[in-house]
């Protein structure tokens, strides 16, 4: 689960691994130095701490992230708890007020385990804000919920996270709707770092949801594992949702896909769509 948080007006990639999360120190670093070159910074950095033994060094890990161009690449990683101990290295004004910040990302995530409605709550509350109906809202979360139980499923069934749930996500998004996720995306004039499914519309919430439930229950039935494996339920699931697609759209002569977005004066989704994609 690959996410961007915010720290004042600077993003911050963050991943979920495991059952804790880890975020991308050269995006940590950019902000305490403001320096436009972070990576050579956070190199010699990391040399430095190198040779002086530090134990921080040994707690540094690699996983892909969404880099600036859209492509997935390997990037530093670490923990809260590591991220703390190279702020201490780093001479900054910002770096009490971004301890401070990380520390309450940390006792949130803690409250989170312990009462996972929190999260919840949160999350829902954030979307009110943006403007999104209670009924958007439930169908959203009723949607990450079902993405979750697919992307649990290829987790214990040996697809890779990162490029393989892309790869496995694109099939199925590409089977229901004729669309690349990136040209979903261009079609709602959406940037790389946004959510495409936070500027879905009611129905294609709803079908995405379709797609991925019917992915799962197919790859469950057909045992299906690895990457190779899943791609054929993968193809399936998406095929269902778009037979739904398509007969709702002879029924009503409205595309379900909808140029919309939520960024457009917060209006609701279910004004102006294109032409139904044949």
Known sequence: ??????????????????????????????????????????????????????????????????????????????????????????????????????ARVGTERVAEIQDPSQGIDRARDLWKKHGRSDKWISQRMMGQETRNKLTDYWKENEVKEGDEYAILTNIIHQEWTDLKVKDHKALKNLGKSHNLRDHMNEAELILTALAELSTRQIADTMQAKGLKQNKIPAKKGGEVAKNTRKELEFKTGKSVISSENFLQNKKKLNGKTHKPLQ
């Open 1 to 102: 689960m690959n996410n961007i948080i915010q720290f004042e007006h600077n993003k911050i990639r963050k991943i979920w691994h495991q059952e804790q999360w880890y975020f991308s120190i050269i995006d940590i670093v950019a902000i305490l130095t403001e320096s436009d070159r972070p990576r050579k910074y956070w190199n010699d950095l990391k040399m430095k701490l190198c040779k002086e033994g530090s134990e921080v060094s040994e707690k540094i890990g690699q996983l892909k992230l969404t880099s600036l161009d859209g492509k997935m690449r390997e990037t530093d990683i670490a923990n809260i708890e590591t991220l703390l101990r190279i702020i201490q290295s780093i001479p900054s004004p910002k770096a009490e007020p971004l301890k401070l910040w990380l």
